[in-house]
């Protein structure tokens, strides 16, 4: 898996699922459970997960809604 987005805000995190579950494109938001537990501090915050093969495609929808800033930079 692929971190494409790694953000405190719980909020945000739900707007990037619906974008990706509404275009199909499988994710996995890892962290959740312990960023709750510690009351979203940012020492602790939430990393939005998606297949290699799907990550071009995720990251240019983001790109598209307006979130670009928040994508993390490609691996390698």
């Given at each position: 898996m692929e971190e494409i987005v790694r953000t405190p805000d719980p909020v945000f995190v739900s707007a990037v699922e619906a974008?990706?579950?509404?275009?199909?494109?499988?994710?996995?938001?890892?962290?959740?459970?312990i960023s709750a537990l510690e009351a979203r501090i940012a020492a602790f915050p939430m990393r939005i997960l998606v297949p290699p093969d799907e990550a071009d495609r995720a990251r240019r929808l983001i790109r598209?809604?307006?979130w670009g800033e928040e994508l993390r930079p490609l691996p390698g």
């Open positions: 974008l990706l579950s509404g275009e199909g494109v499988t994710h996995f938001v890892a962290d959740r459970h598209e809604a307006g």
